[in-house]
C-alpha cells in the first residue's frame, strides 16, 4: 500500500488543524492505521491509531480529548482531527499502516508516508 499524507501548516496555539492520508494500493480495510510524529531532535512516538473497521481507536495521552483519528474505507482515507493545538504539538506527521493489530510500536508497522509538517506558533 502508498501513503501519502497531507494537510500539514502553520496554526496558532488554540487553532484547528485536519490531517487526511489517502491510501492506494491493496484493499485499505485490510490495514490498521495510525498516525506518528516526529518533532526535532526527538523520537517518533505514536499519536493515534484506529482499527481495520473503525471501531476501535486509541489515542495517546498527550493528545487525548484534542485528537480525533477517523477513517473512511470508502475514501481509501484516514484522517487525524486536530483540535486545541499546543506549540509542543508541532513535529512531522507520518501516517502509517499495518495488515496487524491495532499497535504503538513504531517498528511493527511495515508502510509510511511521507510525512506533513505541522507547526503550532505560541
Known amino acids: 500500500v502508498q501513503l501519502q499524507a497531507f494537510g500539514g501548516g502553520l496554526v496558532q496555539a488554540g487553532g484547528s488543524l485536519r490531517l487526511s492520508c489517502a491510501a492506494s494500493?491493496?484493499?485499505?480495510?485490510?490495514?490498521?492505521m495510525a498516525w506518528f510524529r516526529q518533532a526535532p531532535g526527538k523520537e517518533r512516538e505514536f499519536v493515534a491509531g484506529i482499527s481495520r473497521s473503525g471501531g476501535p481507536t486509541y489515542h495517546s495521552d498527550s493528545v487525548k480529548g484534542r485528537f480525533t483519528i477517523s477513517r473512511d474505507n470508502a475514501k481509501n482515507t484516514v484522517y487525524l482531527q486536530m483540535n486545541s493545538l499546543k506549540p509542543e504539538d508541532t513535529a512531522v506527521y507520518f501516517c502509517a499502516a499495518d495488515l496487524r493489530l491495532l499497535t504503538v510500536v513504531v517498528w511493527k508497522y511495515d508502510y509510511w508516508g511521507q510525512g506533513t509538517e505541522v507547526t503550532v506558533s505560541s
Open positions: 494500493g491493496r484493499t485499505f480495510s485490510d490495514y490498521t
